[in-house]
Nanobody, 127 residues
């Protein structure tokens, strides 16, 4: 069973940068399309970005496009989210997710049906 562990969250000032990591174990991450979701305080979990098995395709939420970059290193079984030009509205718990189908994680984004989730890492952006 695939297990995911996020790291890299923390407190940053508006305009700053953070890089989140998602380390996978149990199965090889190259078999999965990967994604990042986030849950702001008091709100529902929302899609942030997704990347295909080889990294050849990526998709982003409009709210982060041009500021965030998702990438993966299958040799290290790790997925990353580089976050630049952070805004207070980016404050949220960020979750890594995996699914064997690109459609589920990148198009339908069915949070209840994805194969695996991490425990989340908190990102706080101060103004």
């Amino acid at each position: 069973q695939l297990q995911l562990v996020e790291s890299g969250g923390g407190l940053v000032q508006a305009g700053g940068s953070l890089r989140l990591s998602c380390a996978a174990s149990g199965r090889t991450v190259s078999s999965y399309a990967m994604g990042w979701f986030r849950q702001p305080p008091g709100k529902e979990r929302e899609f942030v970005a997704a990347i295909s098995w080889t990294g050849g395709s990526t998709v982003y939420a409009d709210s982060v496009k041009g500021r965030f970059t998702i990438s993966r290193d299958n040799a290290k079984n790790t997925v990353y989210l580089q976050m630049n030009s952070l805004k207070p509205e980016d404050t949220a718990v960020y979750y890594c997710a995996a699914d064997q189908t690109w459609r589920s994680i990148a198009i339908t984004r069915d949070k209840g049906a994805l194969d695996a989730w991490g425990q989340g890492t908190l990102v706080t952006v101060s103004s």
